[in-house]
């Protein structure tokens, strides 16, 4: 019982620990094989970022579009209706943003992260890396800090976008509003904070999944069994690690 | 003069309370191929293990090349297993890779090279070990044959000091032998090869070693070995050479 406390309290310590491994070794060894790397980086943003369009964009539309829905529906009763853009604002581009698209990237890409770093554990790729003298944390677990947090960075633009042109298209139906007037009425409220927020929560989340689902998958130690687990395990910890983040950047920046 | 491939002093390893190795030294010289015979497979592979910079030790010092094992410095480490080759049966390739990509891995990553510069530098091993047609496909498309000769390639693509192999898959492997020969003619490489094979101890190695109830016997030429196996059955691992 007193070690499942401790384990469960020293363990942010041992993520923070293997998140300082990944940066250290990517400023130390920079340049070293470059075009393995390089193909990884790219592959990774592909998979995490490329591959989701699709999907995130729809995410995005909708969204956008429950919020004005609820937005005017509120609003109208106190004739607000002008502040639409200032709602859809403060909830996509602050908090929905950032937070959809991690969660749809932890579905996507950290699970896939934790299983390929696991299988790779298993079927005994990460000892053949070390037999080469690669440095496994330099071949696979920078790459993918690399590649996920460029790809979440740029979904995080691309939700906002959406989600705010799904807005719009709400906001259009309902009330006839030109779209001139709807992104003026956005881009008067919209400050760089917000953007620079933003950024810096997707940078954080992708950092969170990068370092949970790369511990999760080196825990696997060659059993396959406890491949599921750690797939589980790191998606919903990956979850949780979300929220707190989220919370206290919030708190920080606008309390 | 050449310093020893490996030294090692008073090595000691234990295990869930059993002493595997006890105070164990070895020096090997550039270019010396030694069998190592043992009655426990765990012992041995631990030992071997310990010189291929896999496990730390519990007690004693090692030497590679004149250099100092650090087993605390991963970076030092990273550097060594370039100068060894080690080789067991749970050496794999890397699955999401193509054959090429596995073969060419460390001269790209190490030297930077691009894969075409790559190809072309490691042609020759790859048409050594007739390995052509096999390039583009992925681990997961070939028979353990096929993986075997692929392994060793990787393995001939280092420049080793040192070369270990864990009870090799068949002791008539011409692969195997092939590696091996490459490996001296190559770099000179001390080798170390832990079986029970009667014809790779005849056909290849120069001195044994015997490992017994944790200690090592100072190297016996082949030929006494093999008489002391044929006379004494039951003391074939004698550790006094």
Redesign the interface.
């Known amino acids: 019982m007193i070690n499942t406390i401790i384990k469960k309290i020293t363990y942010p310590v041992i993520l923070s620990g293997l998140f300082y491994r990944i940066v250290k070794t990517m400023f130390l060894q920079i340049?070293?094989?470059?075009?393995?790397i390089r193909k990884t980086i790219l592959h990774q943003i592909y998979f995490c970022a490329v591959e989701i369009l699709l999907l995130l964009g729809t995410i995005g539309i909708i969204f956008g579009a429950l919020v004005i829905i609820q937005s005017l529906a509120q609003l109208s009763k106190v004739g607000g209706s002008e502040a639409l853009g200032q709602f859809l604002v403060v909830i996509i581009i602050r908090e929905l943003g950032p937070m959809i698209t991690a969660i749809i990237v932890i579905l996507h890409s950290g699970t896939a992260i934790a299983t390929?770093v696991g299988?790779?554990t298993v079927?005994?790729?990460i000892?053949?890396?070390?037999?080469?003298?690669?440095?496994p944390i330099h071949?696979v677990a920078v790459p993918r800090l690399l590649g996920l947090t460029i790809g979440m960075l740029s979904l995080l633009i691309y939700f906002d976008v959406v989600a705010l042109l799904g807005g719009f298209l709400v906001s259009w139906f309902f009330t006839g509003i030109p779209f001139y007037n709807f992104i003026m009425n956005v881009a008067t409220i919209i400050g760089g904070d917000d953007i620079m927020i933003g950024f810096i929560k997707a940078a954080f989340f992708a950092a969170i999944i990068v370092v949970i689902c790369i511990f999760r998958g080196f825990g696997v130690e060659g059993k396959i069994t406890k491949l599921p687990v750690a797939i589980s395990r790191s998606a919903i910890e990956c979850f949780l690690f979300i929220l707190i983040v989220d919370i206290i950047i919030s708190a920080i920046f606008y309390l | 003069m050449k310093p020893h491939a490996i030294e090692c002093i008073n090595i000691s390893y234990q295990k869930d309370g059993h002493l595997l190795l006890k105070d164990v030294n070895l020096a090997l010289s550039p270019g010396q191929r030694v069998i190592l015979y043992s009655e426990s497979r765990l012992a041995a592979s631990i030992f071997l293990q310990i010189c291929?910079t896999?496990l730390e030790p519990k007690t004693g010092k090692m030497w590679l090349n004149g250099e100092y094992i650090n087993f605390k410095n991963?970076?030092i480490l990273?550097?060594?297993?370039?100068k060894?080759v080690?080789n067991d049966r749970?050496?794999?390739?890397?699955?999401?890779l193509t054959v090429f990509e596995n073969i060419a891995?460390?001269s790209?990553?190490?030297e930077?090279?691009?894969?075409k510069e790559a190809h072309m530098l490691l042609d020759p091993l790859v048409k050594m070990f007739n390995l052509e047609r096999l390039l583009p496909l992925r681990p997961s498309d070939l028979d353990p044959g096929m993986k075997r000769r692929i392994l060793y390639v990787?393995e001939a693509t280092k420049k080793p000091e040192l070369a270990i192999f864990i009870q090799p898959e068949s002791d008539n492997d011409r692969p195997l032998y092939m590696l091996l020969n490459y490996l001296q003619e190559a770099s000179d490489c001390a080798c170390m090869i832990y079986t029970e094979s009667m014809s790779l101890i005849e056909r290849w190695g120069d001195e044994v070693v015997v490992l017994k109830e944790g200690v090592l016997s100072p190297p016996m030429d082949k030929a006494s070995f093999l008489v002391s196996l044929k006379e004494e059955p039951n003391e074939k691992l004698n550790t006094q050479g």
């Open positions: 340049g070293k094989g470059r075009i393995v390929e299988y790779m079927l005994g790729d000892r053949a890396i070390t037999m080469r003298g690669i440095d071949f | 291929g896999l991963e970076r990273l550097k060594l297993r370039r060894i080690f749970r050496t794999s390739l890397i699955q999401n891995l460390s790209v990553y190490h930077n090279l691009s894969p990787i």
